[in-house]
């Protein structure tokens, strides 16, 4: 196994269990038996950092660090230079984060959910061709531009899992999810609107003036 | 699929003192309690080498009488005793895939020898980690695959040729492909060979008699591979050859394609006539000297050993040498000086070749890069350490040793191959030590200069190497391939998207069409279970096999809960 095998989903999972912190140790590029897999670790680990600190985890907390097996000393440095992180931020949710506990808890769920699903896992496994030979009309990404189209995202995708984790609960109008999530109604019409055409969700009513939208649950028999 | 009935799993914790070198910084006897308290535990056992007969006894026992159906040995690294302990379960009717290790000596008591008190609680940490995996640990067996007997040798220089005869005369098929009219490679440009002084068109000769006469060995030259499929046992390879393109079913690889000697263009006011390569002397020498050469400075380390190629080529010193003594020996009215940095003639007969060239009269002067020697009309300047001044050589004849480089194309071999090239654009061995002949990838192999610069003995000695390693399978017929590797665990889920197959360093991975579809598959014995796909993968229908998102979760949990 390969740090290749890191999947984020489980990494935001791992926090909200209370993980404090995390560090992945790969091999130096282009000098790794699995060829590849640190340059996956390294890209979804820097996703993950993005998408922490966009839902108030410090993104201190997450870190890939390379070195190789004959290098003691710089491994117990990387080691050391952690733990003193992680130990200066404290516990997950205290003094080090943006967001405290319990709403960071929530926060993180919303994480997994996006890390889990299609776009985010989609976008980061085609990093390596985006950013090399181009996307299918053959447009070059630089390391920036890719890094600000990762950025809208994860601003979109917690939006969106946040919306299916109300709906989750209940049956919500437009106007009840912009109230609770406290984004602008137009953009819940526009998700809410793309989820139904997805499939995620349907109407379920209509509450006085305002349809009223459920979630369809997603198991594949 | 459910993992397992958790209900009957039974777990034996094997916890290992190692003489002293794990029980001397442990608390042991907390290791061993709290083992006990681990879910599904039912017995654990502390030895006093877990890896001896008796400690190996120890956990046959525990398999029968107590009905093990899982064992976790907590002890030194899985790199050198888990092939043991795993065969050590198979003889108990274990499966070998039930059983997880735990690395409490490199990882606790070596590493924290000085702090008992936390080290104990790492070492409670990992094994509360092993204990939960293993619970959910499947059964998985070895993978089997066919091998065709042929091999496929790329490069026909010495190297190349004496892996496909030793190949050959062990009755396995050999295809050679050289990009050249000729077979020999590098010995066709060479004139006599150190330190015997054999002549190398002799060699040349000689060898390639012996290959062209064999009935196993075909050879293509002015040939090149231009596509290669598939993985140890099966590979298909696309060879254009002066026929048109053959397709040829390959069972092993062997990469030979030597290296290339630097042409200094720039240094030393180089001019391919009277300032040379040692590579352009072994012709001039083969036709004879000019008879008006009377004074010839040898530079050592021209182009290497520098920032842009930081490496020593390591044969340049032994050529020079050669050809130093070559030269007093066949003009003795000739002079000879070689401006060295640091002599490299490692082995025996080199240091005789050396001591020999003394004897011989050749002069050596030590120069300090910083200072380096002066190319004028007639004469080459060079400060003398040892006399502590300037001093000017005649030298009718300067010749630069340069670095043997790798072949220019060596990156589109790697790249068709997909097998790793160094910094400096050498292939690059599985491991230095452990596998120097052996790419990472199974089934593909390296030797000569193609791997770095080699001598003739070196060349041979690697060619018949990668001969013997490539034998191991082809003698088989089949290899087997560790089950740890990619699965299609849930079929329905793939939507043969194939992003993973892109991701795949190995190639392991197709999309098929199947009854349901357009659905991923996976080459078991192409898959290396680097995890990248199942990672990657948005359907999460891939899993990796003892590795799966369950058993790591399971492992963060009571990472987490044995230390809240
Ligand atoms: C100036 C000089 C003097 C030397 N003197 C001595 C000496 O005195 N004694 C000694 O022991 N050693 C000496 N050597 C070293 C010796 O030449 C090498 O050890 C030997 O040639 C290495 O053999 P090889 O088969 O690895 O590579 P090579 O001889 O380089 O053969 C590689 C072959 O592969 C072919 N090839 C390359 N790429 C491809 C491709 N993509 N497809 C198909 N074919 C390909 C090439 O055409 C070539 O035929 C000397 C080297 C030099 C440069």
Redesign the interface.
Known sequence: MCTGRLDPAIVAKAFKKGLDGLLVVGCYFGDCHYISGNYQAQAKIEMTRRLFEHIGVNPQRLAFKQCSSGEAAVFVEIVNTFDATIRELGPLGGDGDAVRNPALSEKLATAEAVLAGEKMRWVIGKKTPFTTSGNMYGEIFTEHEFNRAIDMIIVEETEVQEILGQLRQKALSVAELAGSLAIPPARIFRYVTALKRKGFVALEGISGRSPKYKLISQEVS | MPENHASDIRIGVFICHCGSNIAGYLDMEALADFAETRPHVVFVQRNLYTCSESGINEIKKGIQEQDLNRVVVASCTPRTHEPLFRSSCAEAGLNPYLFEMVNIRDQCSWVHMQEKTDATEKARELIGMGIAKAALLQPQEIILSEVQTRALVIGGGIAGLTASLSLARRGYEVVVVEKDQALGGMLNHLYKLGPQMQAAKELAAETVQKVNAHPKITVFTRAHVTQVKGFIGKFEVTVETQSGAKKIDIGIIIVATGAQPLVPEGLYGYDGKRTVTQFQLETMLAKGLDAAVRHVVMIQCVGSRNDERPFCAKICCQTAVKNAILIRRQYPETKVSILYRDMQMYGVENEAMFRDSKAAGVRYINYDPADPPQVKADKVGVYHPLLGRKMELAADLVVLSTPLLAREDAHETSQLL?V?VN?NGFFLE?HVKLKPLDF?TDGIFLCGSARFPANIREAVAQGLGAAARASIPLSKGSVEVEP?ISVLA?E??CRGCG??V??C??GALEVRQTEKGRKVHVINVAC?????C???????ALS?NS?T?RQ??AQ??AF?TVH?
């Open positions: 997909r790793p910094e599985g990472a740890i849930d329905d889920a992003l993973c892109a991701l360093p190995y290396k279970g680097c995890g990248i199942a990672a990657t993968c948005y359907q999460h990796i590795f998102d790591i979760e963060i949990d987490l809240p």
